[in-house]
């Protein structure tokens, strides 16, 4: 079936403001009359919350590899992808999600440095062929970002890594936008959340 919807993704690193943005798009979006649907990662559906509950508290000092790390995560999306995203985009709607395929590249390509091609390899196995039409990365120190952070329930094996990892992780990102530039937007996250919603306005709007 073809598909008729549009599917957006937002990126960047822990605090960077990914929750606040896609509050405020899925309001503007549902008063201008879209379909929308929310999903996020990893999670999403009752299979996928299961594997986020394993990844979410199985601590690093736990025995989980990084290739099974990858392998879970990836598992999270195929179900969500078939069951959730592909479905709601042939139906027409905008789908939002909160982290893709791409924290993938980036978390555990960049981040946990597993080789490129096997982690290309197992991500687009997961999506089959629903990439996302624009990607959204909001780019933020990841020192201000982690610091905004603070309070909320930790995501374990994520958010107790050193800072060298999250420079790595943000670095990622940005050589990721310069090698699909068509598609991954920078957005400077250092701004009044207002002056970021409209450049988030102003891109989504290119692509509905
Ligand atoms: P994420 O979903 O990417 O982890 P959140 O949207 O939950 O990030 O934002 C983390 C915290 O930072 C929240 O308390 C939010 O209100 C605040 N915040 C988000 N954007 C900004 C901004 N541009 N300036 C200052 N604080 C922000
Ligand atoms: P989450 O609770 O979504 O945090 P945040 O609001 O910061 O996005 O935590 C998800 C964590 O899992 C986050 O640290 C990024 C990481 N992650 C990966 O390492 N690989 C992935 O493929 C995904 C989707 C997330």
Redesign the pocket.
């Known amino acids: 079936m073809a598909k008729k919807g549009t599917f957006i993704t937002f990126e960047?690193g822990?605090?960077?403001?990914?929750?606040?943005?896609i509050d405020r798009l899925v309001t503007r979006l549902r008063q201008d009359g879209y379909q929308v649907l929310i999903a996020r990662e990893p999670g999403g559906t009752d299979v996928g919350e299961q594997i986020r509950h394993i990844l979410q508290y199985s601590k690093q000092s736990a025995a989980m590899v990084p290739e099974t790390e990858l392998l879970l995560f990836c598992a999270s999306r195929a179900q969500l992808v078939h069951e959730v995203i592909e479905p709601a985009l042939n139906d027409g709607r905008v789908v939002i999600c909160?982290r893709y395929f791409d924290s993938t590249t980036v978390y555990q390509g960049v981040g946990r440095k597993i080789t490129p091609q096997a982690v290309t390899a197992i991500n687009n196995f997961a999506i089959s062929s629903n990439l996302p039409d624009l990607t959204l990365v909001?780019d933020l120190d990841p020192r201000v970002?982690l610091e905004?952070?603070r309070g909320r329930e930790l995501f374990d094996r994520m958010e107790n890594q050193s800072l060298e990892f999250y420079d790595r992780v943000r670095q990622g990102y940005l050589d990721l936008a310069k090698r699909e530039a068509h598609r991954v937007k920078v957005i400077d996250?250092?701004?009044?959340?207002e002056a970021?919603e409209k450049q988030i306005w102003d891109l989504v709007k290119s692509v509905l």
């Open positions: 960047g822990e605090g960077c403001g990914k929750s606040t943005h909160d909001i970002g905004r952070a996250g250092n701004r009044s959340i970021i």
